[in-house]
């Protein structure tokens, strides 16, 4: 039987068999938090452990915030910033998205301040839906969720063959 300090240093078999300890977190799911009248977002408990204790929120594409881990957003700026010095659309892109990206830290209930410039951008009302995209989350706005979701449902279906070429369900 592994002492205590052995078990938390050695990992589960799962992942190290599937070599997944390197990978960063995968957010999964739709959640209906609501934001408060100070513009606070209680995070989901499942998003805020793997968001880490510390995140970054940002432009997102569509009016949408996007919620990522603090590694994992330095590792997209970082890759934006190789190709923007000769790439004027890079350039341009990395303005935007680190000019309104701000770092937060969850409270003791898990609320996140979602500044006033990034709810305008989004056009959030209280009424918020979190989804996991990956190795990000994003805020939307439950009606602008709503129309985009039905907007891109046949899409869904129609383009499967060609987003996933290689993977069989």
């Given at each position: 039987m592994l002492s205590a300090d052995e078990a938390e240093q050695k990992p589960t078999e799962t992942q190290s068999e599937a070599g997944f300890e390197d990978l960063?977190?995968?957010l999964l799911g739709t959640y209906t938090p609501k934001?408060?009248?100070k513009g606070r977002l209680a995070l989901p408990a499942k998003l805020r452990t793997q968001l880490g204790p510390g995140l970054?929120?940002?432009r997102g594409q569509e009016r949408c915030i996007y919620l990522l881990p603090q590694r994992e957003f330095r590792r997209v700026a970082v890759q934006i910033q190789r190709t923007s010095m000769g790439?004027?659309?890079a350039r341009e892109y990395l303005r935007v998205f680190l000019?309104?990206?701000?770092?937060?830290k969850p409270d003791k209930q898990g609320r996140v301040l979602v500044p006033q410039m990034l709810r305008d951008y989004a056009h959030l009302s209280d009424d918020v839906v979190v989804i996991g995209v990956g190795t990000r989350a994003e805020i939307w706005d439950t009606a602008?969720?709503?129309s985009y979701l039905e907007s891109k449902e046949q899409g869904y279906s129609d383009i499967a063959?060609?987003?996933l070429p290689g993977v069989d369900f």
């Open positions: 960063p977190p995968l934001v408060d009248d970054v929120m940002a790439n004027k659309a000019s309104g990206a701000v770092e937060q602008a969720w709503e063959d060609d987003v």
